[in-house]
């Protein structure tokens, strides 16, 4: 075993949960490397030493420069606000050290091809945080559908929706302002991950981007939403596959819709992240009076559960795709080898969010050979 210092800059919703998951990934995995939580940076000296003592950091500070300078900082996880996440990573980058960064990754196309340069230039290993593709469920559907279990793939569905704005008296807020915190900048990106994931690269889109909810309480009156509430994209995949995806902050009831459904020649697969330990598989086979869905309850069989669990339907959690995030980042440093997915990786789903945008503009579809 080899201890590796992490750095981690924002102590907030997410710096927590990298947080955990450093602390616990070596325990559970069994990892040749084992993180040492070595500095975490907020905003001021106070929230950073208030980070510091709730997650067993060594120290803290609140210059992000001096924690990816630091020596004893051998690895960065970057949960600070999409504007800084250029100039961390390319900071970060010029040392050598590999960079975790929370998606999306920038607050541009132009960060994203930014930050991708400078990620191969160094060598460094380099992954953008898409954590619910991991899910046990979600790499078993991956593999179902690579082994050809549902045939040829003919249709794919999937939606992001919450409804933590959904109410219109809900105030205004940093998440709405600008289209980097706008549903197409925060929600949009994890499936369209996993549509690249799950059916493979996109060759055109059609996308409508909507704000319903135009003005929202301020301290002096009504403010203006800079940003969107939802979003749809029609798109034909290079493989020819046929898709269609909805993203929304005020799909009323919603509070994790994470879901897809993807149709083959032999079989479907229906998964929603509600349900996280289930995943739904349709076999054209058999006898017509017993076919139907079968639900199948994660357990040992299926990846990345059996260090967790021992019981099949016990299931994992939301904290438990960030420690398996933290595996897969982890091995990428001690093997030197690529890890999926990289900024690249990150760096196509803003090319199409910016493709889907235009076409929302110009009220046609896109090529993302134009993007």
């Known amino acids: 075993m080899t201890e590796i210092g992490i750095g981690i800059i924002g102590g907030g919703y997410m710096g927590k949960a990298h947080a955990v998951a450093m602390a616990a990934v070596g325990a559970v995995f069994d990892t040749v490397l084992r993180p040492r939580l070595e500095m975490v940076c907020a905003t001021t000296p106070d929230s950073a030493e208030r980070y510091r003592k709730a997650y067993g950091f060594a120290r803290a500070t609140d210059d992000w420069q001096a924690l990816v300078a630091d020596a004893r900082v051998q690895a960065i996880i970057i949960a600070a606000p999409q504007d800084m996440h250029r100039e961390i990573a390319l900071a970060a980058f010029a040392l050598g050290k590999p960079v975790l960064c929370e998606k999306p990754l920038g607050a541009s196309l132009e960060d994203s091809r930014a930050m991708v340069e400078a990620a191969e230039t160094s060598g460094a290993v380099n992954m953008v945080a898409f954590n619910y593709i991991r899910t046990p469920a979600s790499?078993?559907?991956?593999?179902?559908?690579?082994?050809?279990?549902?045939?040829?793939?003919?249709?794919?569905?999937?939606?992001?929706?919450?409804?933590?704005?959904?109410?219109?008296?809900s105030p205004a807020s940093w998440r709405t302002k600008g289209m980097s915190n706008g549903t197409m900048g925060d929600l949009a990106p994890h499936m369209i991950n996993a549509a690249l994931a799950l059916v493979g690269p996109i060759a055109q889109v059609m996308g409508e981007v909507e704000t319903v909810h135009q003005t929202r309480p301020g301290a002096g009156g009504p403010e203006?939403?800079?940003?969107?509430?939802?979003?749809?994209?029609?798109?034909?995949?290079?493989?020819?596959?046929?898709?269609?995806?909805?993203?929304?902050?005020?799909?009323?009831?919603?509070?994790?819709?994470y879901a897809y459904e993807i149709t083959g020649t032999k079989g479907a697969i229906r998964f929603d992240q509600e349900d996280q330990n289930a995943l739904w598989l349709y076999r054209a086979e058999g006898p017509g009076a017993t076919r139907g869905f079968t639900k199948i309850l994660t357990g040992p069989a299926h990846p990345d559960y059996l260090s967790f669990c021992q019981g099949p339907g016990h299931g994992t959690g939301y904290?438990?795709?960030?420690?398996?995030?933290?595996?897969?980042?982890?091995?990428?440093?001690?093997?030197?080898?690529?890890?999926?997915?990289?900024?690249?990786?990150?760096?196509?789903?803003?090319?199409?969010?910016?493709?889907?945008?235009?076409?929302?503009?110009?009220?046609?579809?896109?090529?993302?050979?134009?993007?």
């Open 319 to 371: 904290q438990d795709q960030i420690i398996i995030e933290a595996k897969d980042f982890l091995t990428a440093i001690e093997t030197g080898q690529p890890v999926w997915p990289s900024f690249r990786d990150g760096m196509e789903v803003n090319r199409i969010i910016a493709a889907a945008l235009t076409s929302s503009a110009r009220k046609r579809w896109i090529s993302l050979t134009s993007v």
């Open 139 to 169: 790499q078993y559907a991956r593999q179902l559908i690579a082994e050809g279990t549902i045939g040829d793939l003919t249709w794919f569905r999937g939606e992001h929706t919450e409804d933590f704005y959904a109410d219109p008296d």
């Open 224 to 257: 203006q939403v800079t940003n969107d509430d939802q979003a749809q994209i029609m798109c034909r995949f290079e493989n020819g596959v046929m898709g269609h995806m909805y993203f929304s902050r005020i799909a009323t009831g919603r509070k994790m819709g």
